[in-house]
């Protein structure tokens, strides 16, 4: 086979009619005395695309330039909910011209250092940590972060003084159950994960309220909470079914992962038992399984994370996203 050849940034500089430092600037960071045009910016980035140029990081790096890549710490074993915002966070990096390295160890306070350290190696300055949630972990926490220059994160964190992006589903929620009671149902019910994790506590909050502005008095008996042991949802829900399902009857339940909605529906057949169950992390399953779903809006997170990593002279009031309600 031909050997490729090796595209340098002069190449891209004479295709583009500019200078090497010009191009340099623009593909690699440099010099803030070097100053280039939004159209002289264009012609190079459009010549370096047409070339196939790849970007020298180390270059860039030592140029005092932006490595123009963002690392994000994720939940080790993450549900859906982790993994569309993800995708999305990826998906909003690249627009802007940056890539992604992830983490996936929010269970272990080393691997996260292990892997925060990898990350600076490879001239990281900017995180994102979508695992915002450390009641026992703070001290940790605090000192893996401690030289970090720039992090934000999803949710409010255990963490003083850090921005971050917050998330809602009352609105959702309100929507939901009004339409819910406009179809009759009345013993409306939660099933949700352990309340150790804050973003449960949230939405069996918000559920309450939700409830309230609909003229209904919550029901503790009518939430669940699902064991931390085990994660595979058939025996929490085959324990739901025993605890609280079958005794309380309700008539409708909100059940936020895919999952456990599809195992509910299987533990129903042959009961008798008939539940409207509703879904809440748009996972693309709650189509297969005929169970509609609120959208968390992961783009509009995506973006929120991102315009506060980017841009921390901007930084103000806390973003708050709101879940949008998708009527089935």
Do not use: W
Request: hydrophobic content about 40%; some cysteine; overall charge neutral.
């Amino acid at each position: 086979m031909k050997k490729r050849q090796k595209i340098h940034l002069s190449d891209v500089a004479r295709l583009a009619g500019v200078s090497s430092s010009a191009a340099g600037k623009v593909l690699n960071g440099g010099s803030d005395q070097i100053r280039v045009g939004t159209e002289t910016r264009r012609r190079i980035e459009d010549a370096a695309r047409k070339l196939g140029y790849t970007r020298n990081m180390a270059a860039s790096i030592l140029a005092g330039g932006n490595s123009r890549l963002i690392g994000v710490f994720v939940d080790s074993f993450t549900p859906y909910r982790g993994l569309g915002l993800l995708q999305e966070i990826e998906r909003a990096c690249t627009r802007a011209g940056y890539r992604i390295m992830t983490s996936f160890s929010h269970d272990s306070i080393a691997d996260m250092k292990a892997d925060y350290l990898t990350f600076r190696h490879y001239g990281i300055t900017d995180f994102i940590c979508c695992a915002h949630d450390y009641p026992d972990s703070r001290d940790e926490i605090q000192g893996l972060f401690a030289d970090a220059e720039n992090v934000v994160f999803m949710e409010k964190p255990c963490l003083d003084n850090v921005p971050f992006v917050r998330t809602s589903r009352l609105r959702a929620l309100t929507d939901m159950i009004a339409d819910a009671r406009a179809d009759g149902f009345r013993r409306l019910g939660l099933l949700h994960a352990s309340q150790v994790n804050a973003s449960e506590r949230v939405l069996r909050e918000e559920f309450r309220r939700a409830l309230r502005s609909n003229g209904l008095e919550p029901d503790e008996k009518l939430f669940f909470e699902y064991p931390e042991d085990p994660a595979d949802p058939v025996p929490r829900i085959r324990l739901a079914m025993e605890k609280m399902i079958r005794t309380q009857k309700p008539d409708f339940l909100y059940v936020d992962d895919a999952g456990h909605a599809a195992a509910l529906q299987s533990q129903m057949e042959g009961t008798g038992l008939k539940i409207k169950i509703f879904g809440g992390n748009n996972d693309p399953f709650f189509d297969c399984i005929g169970v509609g779903s609120c959208d968390p809006c992961y783009d509009k997170i995506a973006a929120s994370l991102l315009d506060l990593l980017l841009h921390p002279e901007a930084r103000g009031d806390i973003p708050v996203i709101e879940a949008v309600y998708k009527k089935r």
